[in-house]
């Protein structure tokens, strides 16, 4: 069982490289942004100790043209729910989804359970930590160039087969997030299992494609149309991320 992790940037990224890469194109994929040691520490922390919950956006009062509330199913509330409650539940979440709202995927919602004292001493809450350092967000400052962040949100989340994300653009509720992310810890993955972080022109054709991939910062403007291609069903392993944005409201996450 991992118990602790030595978390810091890797001192030899060319940070004015990246800054200028996101400058010109709104996206930059940083490889390498941690040691081996530590990144194959955080695959062995998503792979083998995190209680996954299903995370979905639920029809609201059955109108499923409307967006509803996330939510989000720890493994007891989905084994009360049973195998019907199951089955009903993602045939809403499916309907939805062929109107190109919402999402399914397994989430552990890593600000919430560290404000709210979720399982003490998880090694997850240094990785929570570690996006909030001075380090991580000095660093994202200046490759996004957005002088005023002031936190990153984060959640760990695993796709599995027939997991997916719709398109979207990430706005939020008073345009805060200066920059998407995905920090990938996913190994070996192959392009046919799906789970393509997809960005789309205004017609709807896909511009860029990335895979998953290991140990690699992929930093974006969140305004651009992006999906997630759903996971096929053969596909042979788990893909393993830690999401979220970089945001400059108030409060900082640390005060």
């Given at each position: 069982?991992?118990?602790?992790?030595?978390?810091?940037?890797?001192?030899?990224?060319?940070?004015?490289?990246?800054?200028?890469?996101?400058?010109?194109?709104?996206?930059?994929?940083?490889?390498?942004?941690?040691?081996?040691?530590?990144?194959?520490?955080?695959?062995?922390?998503?792979?083998?100790?995190?209680?996954?919950?299903?995370?979905?956006?639920?029809?609201?009062?059955?109108?499923?043209?409307?967006?509803?509330?996330?939510?989000?199913?720890?493994?007891?509330?989905?084994?009360?729910?049973?195998?019907?409650?199951?089955?009903?539940?993602?045939?809403?979440?499916?309907?939805?989804?062929?109107?190109?709202?919402?999402?399914?995927?397994?989430?552990?919602?890593?600000?919430?359970?560290?404000?709210?004292?979720?399982?003490?001493?998880?090694?997850?809450?240094?990785?929570?930590?570690?996006?909030?350092?001075?380090?991580?967000?000095?660093?994202?400052?200046?490759?996004?160039?957005?002088?005023?962040?002031?936190?990153?949100?984060?959640?760990?989340?695993?796709?599995s087969r027939g997991h997916f994300l719709t398109r979207h653009r990430?706005?939020?509720?008073?345009?805060?997030?200066?920059?998407?992310?995905?920090?990938?810890?996913?190994?070996?993955?192959?392009?046919?299992?799906?789970?393509?972080?997809?960005?789309?022109?205004?017609?709807?054709?896909?511009?860029?494609?990335?895979?998953?991939?290991?140990?690699?910062?992929?930093?974006?403007?969140?305004?651009?149309?992006?999906?997630?291609?759903?996971?096929?069903?053969?596909?042979?392993?788990?893909?393993?991320?830690?999401?979220?944005?970089?945001?400059?409201?108030?409060?900082?996450?640390?005060?």
């Open positions: 069982m991992i118990s602790k992790i030595d978390f810091r940037l890797n001192p030899d990224l060319d940070v004015e490289h990246y800054a200028r890469l996101y400058a010109e194109t709104g996206l930059v994929q940083i490889p390498g942004i941690l040691s081996e040691e530590t990144a194959n520490a955080v695959h062995e922390l998503l792979a083998r100790q995190i209680s996954w919950r299903l995370a979905f956006v639920a029809p609201d009062s059955g109108q499923m043209a409307d967006y509803g509330s996330v939510v989000c199913l720890d493994q007891a509330e989905m084994q009360a729910l049973g195998r019907q409650g199951m089955q009903n539940i993602l045939g809403g979440v499916m309907e939805m989804a062929r109107k190109n709202i919402g999402f399914l995927y397994s989430s552990y919602p890593m600000i919430q359970a560290y404000s709210e004292g979720w399982d003490p001493g998880h090694p997850i809450h240094q990785l929570t930590e570690f996006m909030n350092s001075p380090a991580f967000l000095d660093f994202g400052r200046q490759v996004i160039g957005a002088p005023r962040l002031t936190k990153a949100d984060c959640q760990a989340t695993l796709y990430d706005d939020g509720a008073n345009n805060e997030r200066r920059a998407a992310y995905t920090f990938g810890f996913t190994r070996d993955w192959q392009t046919d299992w799906g789970g393509l972080l997809m960005f789309l022109d205004e017609q709807q054709d896909v511009s860029r494609a990335l895979m998953p991939r290991f140990n690699v910062l992929s930093l974006f403007d969140g305004h651009r149309i992006h999906s997630v291609s759903p996971v096929s069903p053969f596909a042979g392993a788990g893909r393993y991320q830690i999401t979220g944005w970089l945001r400059d409201d108030l409060p900082a996450f640390f005060t």
